[in-house]
């Protein structure tokens, strides 16, 4: 293979601008340069690599109009190389674990996984720089610094909750915003699919759920819903980013949708209307009625049928209409339906109160006791604190969209908190992660989640990633400013913080 010399500039890998922040950044201050003589092989036995090698090149083309080569089987017109390798020779035992090694001429880009690689190519596209040099060669020609980059995730659960069901989202919605957390290295979208304002998933053993339960939202706009073939789509799209769907579907509260679509589910005693209101609270399931459980039933078996994620998430919220008695004893009916159908069941810290399965994963959103009872049965915590990291609360008295009941939430406070001693008293190996929850009472399209969710969404992956004795803010903040020309590029309607200096 030719290898023209080539006398590149100093580059230092160390000031880069990478967020989530890796473990360990070793600068070799030269470049690799990205050109139209590049190709990026993979490794073609392990599942997943060459995929990711696509992926990259799809990427690349789209920022450089570069079309980079896959596994080509002639290497005359190459002079640089991106190697995608699978090795097990790494610091941590992580399965998303990665090294990229960066020279003059090869990129060699080592994981244990397909995840692992793919978080790793997150790392070398936030290196591409937004121009192109076009005095070292004949063609133009993209800079990355060389030099060596350890990594893996403090947390193996990085989520980011989007409910559908206060405002239905379109599939490219959705879409979108899956992009957008891939390249932050979030492994987790949690679908808030059921609520008392809609219901957002084709249940074919129950029809009227979309016939009827389907048609409202907030504000009394049209809704809507995924069919199975759609949330089938998406669950394959957020797959080829190696982020897994959790559907949840919520119960016993939270199901005005549900019970006015078939009303024998009701068990609040009160005669059934559309609600396209915010409060919450006043609606339950008859946690006494064996049909009951003959729907949810099915309702779990078929969205468990297109649903590969290891977790069923129900919810479990503010059911102030459901007697204590009966919440319990409706908690303890659901959990073996949804072993039943091979799904671990997720719920809403006051599934806590519960005979639950050490298990069963308890996502804690308000009541720190219920997190550490659920630590003390043995069960894996979700942190998800209201107060800190919920994306739908105002940065301040002057945003937009959101709401405050819980704090106003400015793009500091998102990021200045350890989810490792949120909760005193809870075992970091209790904390299976963090994940960003929006809810939509105040949104309806992806202008106004970007509005919300961007910048804090990136700090929010920083805290899932990177450990907590490598983060501070005034560190963050200049990387956080580096983010503008891709977020400008595709499109996303983020805050501008007067606490980070934009300029």
């Known amino acids: 293979m030719n290898k023209p010399e080539i006398n590149y500039p100093s580059t230092n890998l160390a000031n880069n601008a990478l967020i989530p922040k890796p473990m360990k950044v070793i600068a070799t201050n030269s470049a690799f340069g990205l050109d139209s003589k590049t190709a990026i092989f993979t490794n073609q036995t392990a599942t997943g690599f060459e995929a990711v090698g696509q992926y990259l090149a799809e990427k690349i083309n789209g920022q450089t109009n570069i079309v980079v080569p896959v596994n080509i089987s002639s290497e005359e017109a190459v002079e640089r190389i991106i190697f995608i390798e699978k090795s097990d020779a790494l610091e941590s035992t992580s399965p998303e ?17 397909a995840a692992g690689a793919f978080r790793g190519i997150q790392t070398l596209r936030q290196l591409i720089p937004e121009t192109a040099n076009d005095t070292l060669a004949e063609q133009p020609m993209w800079l990355i610094p060389t030099g060596k980059i350890t990594d893996a995730p403090n947390f193996s659960y990085r989520g980011a909750m989007l409910d559908v069901a206060r405002h239905f989202f379109t599939v490219e919605e959705v879409k979108k915003y899956i992009d957008l957390l891939a390249y932050y290295k979030y492994n987790v979208f949690h679908m808030h699919l059921s609520d008392d304002q809609g219901w957002r998933i084709e249940i074919k053993s129950w029809p009227k759920l979309t016939e009827v339960g389907a048609q409202t939202e907030v504000g009394g706009g049209a809704g809507g819903f995924y069919t199975q073939e759609e949330f089938k789509d998406l669950v394959a799209y957020a797959a080829e980013r190696h982020i897994e769907i959790i559907p949840e579907i919520d119960m016993p509260g939270h199901t005005n949708a549900a019970s006015l679509s078939y009303p024998f589910l009701n068990g609040n005693g009160k005669k059934l209307s559309v609600y396209t209101g915010t409060n919450v609270g006043f609606s339950t399931f008859d946690a006494n009625k064996d049909e009951v459980y003959a729907f949810l039933d099915d309702v779990i078996r078929e969205i468990a049928a297109i649903s590969p994620s290891p977790y069923f998430h129900i919810g479990g919220d503010e059911s102030h209409a459901t007697k204590k008695r009966d919440y319990i004893n409706f908690i303890q009916k659901v959990e073996p339906l949804v072993k039943k159908h091979g799904k671990t069941m997720v719920g809403w810290n006051e599934i806590a109160q519960a005979n639950i399965d050490s298990s ?3 996502h804690l959103w308000n009541e720190p006791h219920n997190a550490l ?41 998102a ?89």
């Open 415 to 503: 990021y200045n908190w350890n989810p490792e001693t949120f909760v005193d008293g809870l075992p970091k190996e209790s904390i299976l992660g963090i994940e960003a929850p929006l809810w939509s009472e105040t949104i309806s399209n992806s202008a106004e989640l970007e509005y919300l969710a961007f910048p804090r969404a990136i700090g929010y992956a920083e805290l899932g990633w990177t450990a907590a004795s490598q983060r501070n803010w005034e560190d963050y903040s200049k990387r956080l400013v580096q983010q503008v020309p891709f977020l400008k590029r595709h499109d996303v309607n983020f805050y501008r913080s007067k606490a980070v200096d934009w300029e």
């Open 360 to 362: 069963t994963v308890v």
């Open 97 to 113: 674990a990665y090294q990229l090694y960066i020279k003059n001429d090869s990129i060699v880009l080592n994981a244990r996984s």
């Open 373 to 413: 009872k659920a630590a003390e049965n043995g069960s894996k915590v979700i942190l998800s604190p209201a107060s800190k990291a919920y994306l739908d609360m105002q940065y301040d008295t002057e945003s937009i969209h959101g709401l405050h009941w819980a704090a106003y939430i400015p793009v500091p406070d």
